[in-house]
Structure formats: C-alpha cells, structure tokens
C-alpha cells in the first residue's frame, strides 16, 4: 500500500489514548473507584455483534444506531489490478475480521465493528458503462478540492463503538491489500450523543448544535423504494453513496443569535421540531405563514431548500460524522438508490440554502456499495466475478 503519510503521527496517537481515556472517565470510570465504601464501576454493555453478510453489507442500515467512531479511506487501484480477486479478499478479510479470528486485531474484541466496501465511477464502468455507480459527481460551489481529495475507486468504510478499534482494522484491511491499492485520502470522524427524534429511532447533533440526519427511509418499505438498487442483478442490494467533507465555520455561526441560528436550519436547535411545529420527526409545513404572511420555515432555510418533496426526488438516508481534523466540519454521508437524490438537492441547494455559506468542501467522491456477499458469493462476485457454484 502507498501513502504519503505511512506512519501515524504521534498526536494522532495521542488523540487517541485521550479519546480514550476520556471516555472511560465519562461513563464513571476513575482511577480510584474501587476505594474502600465505593462502589465498583458497573461492567460495561457488550456490544451486540453485526453481521457481515447477507443480501446488504453492514454498515448502511445496520446497526440501527450507527456507531460512534467511523474512519472512510479512500484509494486507488493499480491499473493493471484486477478489482475482483482483491475484492474477494477483502470480503474474507472482513469476515474474518467481525468475527474475531483475524490476529491483526492485536487481541482486540471486534464488537460492533461494520466495514462497507464501495467501488467508484471508474471500476463500475469497466464492469457496464450504463450501471448504476458508473457516473463521477459535478462540480459544485464553494468546494476547494485538491485533484488528491476528489474522487477514487475504493472506498473502505469502518465503523466501531470503540475508538481503538478503527486504525487496528484499517491496517489490517490496507495490509490485505498490498501495493495493489494506492491510498487517496481518510477521514476519521465521531458522532455526537444521540438523542429520541422517533419512537425507536435517535440521531446525533452536529457541530452547529442542531440535530442531524432525522429526514430518511427509515421503515423498510421506504428503504425498499429509495435506498436499495433493484437492479440490475450485478448490482441488486447494493446501494449509492455520496461522500462529502465539509469544513464550518464554526465562530461566524455561532456568531448568530439563537433565533438565526434556527432560521438557517428552518428547526428549533434544542428540539429539533421544524419552526412550523409538529414533533422532530414531522416534516416541516412549508406553507404555514404568520398572521402577517411571514413564511414560518424561511425561504432559504435549509430544510425547505433540501426538502425532497420540494426537489422532487427520494429520501436519502445520512449517517454522517462530525470532524475535528484537518478542520472541525462533517463528513456527510448520504446512501440513496438514484445519484440524482443527491445531485439534484445539492443543486437546489446551491442557489440560496442559508446553511451553505458557512461550509467548505474539502474532498467529494461518490461509490457503489457492493451488494452483501458470503462464502457461495465473495465481495464483488456479482459484479467482477462468476459467483460459486
């Protein structure tokens, strides 16, 4: 594997172990619990396993609650690299890996941990220049992207409850890979508290303190009609996903008072529940005024501008991450059956969403989520390779 930046540096280490650390002192942990007339720290919840295969790879819809820490590589393939029998590789690597037998775990317990395997624009046309995948994203405002930071042809997305975890399983992944992938560009990122926006359903707040990710095809008939490609069978439970990292600019919003704050989402911050009212979960009503003919959701809000009834697309679903390096941002990640849920939303967007003014993106790249795979069908097989009899 080639990288730049092969070693980790030692602050990245450091952020780490204090991540940690800090982690341990927030759930009740210290030094000195077990002193005489305290009580013992209570053991902590096992996480519940994730299966790695089946008809959709983990890691989109499963767990139901995404994990707290993801890092998303990005790389290239050799050109003379075929993707199929590298695929396949991975496929039992990740196997391998979620279920505890890999000894590149270092002893770690596997836990939670998803690993989402997506391929770009350029390896799904070799496979069919018509396929679903096979299309780059345009260009949009206010991106300042180095040619390093766009696009790719492998995406490798892993998540985990716990920290430590995530750079173990990546190294061990790029390993498998050898000198046959060339790594692009990464990106860690956590997620905040979750917080109830549904019966059965929570999502986190992001960085500017407002609830992030509540609008998606949440039931399985809505994931059915707007997540999952149906077809071709090449591609048949697999999915689209779009990858965005975004700089904010984090002092000229909070800057704002709470008041304009709300009117850039079109959401009350502390609630969540659109400025027209209703619950969190309910959409927002865009045509509710005040006696005066004020719309009460602003006409560049944002959740008026990304509306997709307005836009006249599907829902996508987004399991985004905040981010502290190389800036605090987000990395969005949105997963949808059609690029043009995306495209199209963004150009609406582009034209006077109030939240775009405060977001740089960095890097861009879109991928096709594999169908699932497992042991009859490797990663990719349906795609690359001519699955087992």
């Known amino acids: 594997m080639h990288r730049a930046d092969r070693h980790p540096s030692r602050r990245a280490f450091l952020d780490v172990t204090g991540a940690t650390v800090a982690a341990g002192l927030v759930a009740g942990c210290s030094w000195d619990s077990t002193e005489p007339g305290r009580p013992a720290p209570s053991a902590a919840a096992v996480p519940t396993p994730v299966p790695a295969t089946g008809r959709h790879q983990a890691g989109v819809t499963l767990p139901e609650?995404?994990?707290?820490?993801?890092?998303?590589?990005?790389?290239?393939?050799?050109?003379?690299?075929?993707?199929?029998?590298?695929?396949?590789?991975?496929?039992?690597?990740?196997?391998?890996?979620?279920?505890?037998?890999?000894?590149?775990?270092?002893?770690?317990?596997?836990?939670?941990?998803?690993?989402?395997?997506?391929?770009?624009?350029?390896?799904?046309?070799?496979?069919?220049?018509?396929?679903?995948?096979?299309a780059d994203l345009p260009r949009f405002s206010r991106e300042r992207i180095a040619s390093q930071a766009r696009g790719g042809d492998l995406l490798i997305q892993i998540c985990a409850g716990d920290a430590l975890l995530v750079p173990v399983v990546a190294a061990a992944l790029l390993d498998q890979a050898g000198d046959r992938?060339?790594?692009?560009?990464?990106?860690?990122g956590r997620r905040g508290t979750?917080?109830?926006?549904?019966?059965?359903?929570?999502?986190?707040?992001?960085?500017?303190?407002?609830?992030?990710?509540?609008?998606?095809?949440?039931?399985?008939?809505?994931?059915?009609?707007?997540?999952?490609?149906?077809g071709p069978p090449a591609v048949a439970g697999g999915t689209l996903a779009v990858l965005r990292r975004m700089e904010l600019d984090l002092t000229r919003f909070a800057a704002l008072s709470v008041a304009e704050q709300e009117a850039v989402f079109g959401r009350r911050r502390a609630s969540g529940v659109p400025l027209s009212g209703g619950t969190v979960a309910s959409g927002p009503e865009l045509g509710a005024k005040t006696p005066d003919g004020r719309y009460l959701v602003?006409?560049?809000?944002?959740?008026?501008?990304?509306?997709?009834?307005?836009?006249?697309?599907?829902?996508?679903?987004r399991r985004s991450y905040s981010t502290d390096e190389p800036a605090p941002g987000l990395l969005f990640i949105s997963f949808q059956n059609d690029l043009r849920t995306f495209t199209a939303t963004l150009t609406r967007m582009d034209t006077s969403d109030a939240l775009l003014p405060f977001t740089t993106t960095?890097?861009?790249?879109?991928?096709?989520?594999?169908?699932g795979f497992d042991q009859q069908h490797p990663l990719g097989s349906h795609l690359f390779l001519r699955a087992k009899s």
């Open 65 to 134: 609650t995404a994990q707290r820490n993801l890092l998303a590589v990005v790389a290239d393939l050799g050109t003379a690299v075929a993707p199929g029998p590298l695929l396949a590789e991975l496929g039992e690597t990740i196997r391998a890996l979620t279920a505890g037998s890999d000894p590149r775990l270092l002893g770690l317990s596997p836990g939670d941990l998803t690993v989402t395997v997506g391929v770009g624009p350029r390896l799904v046309r070799t496979a069919g220049a018509s396929l679903p995948g096979a």
């Open 194 to 230: 979750d917080v109830p926006v549904a019966k059965g359903r929570t999502a986190p707040r992001n960085l500017l303190g407002f609830i992030d990710g509540i609008v998606g095809p949440h039931t399985i008939a809505e994931q059915e009609r707007d997540l999952w490609l149906a």
């Open 362 to 371: 960095t890097a861009s790249a879109t991928f096709l989520i594999l169908p």
């Open 298 to 317: 602003p006409v560049d809000a944002h959740v008026r501008r990304a509306n997709p009834t307005v836009v006249g697309v599907g829902h996508m679903l």
């Open 181 to 188: 992938v060339r790594e692009r560009w990464r990106q860690s």
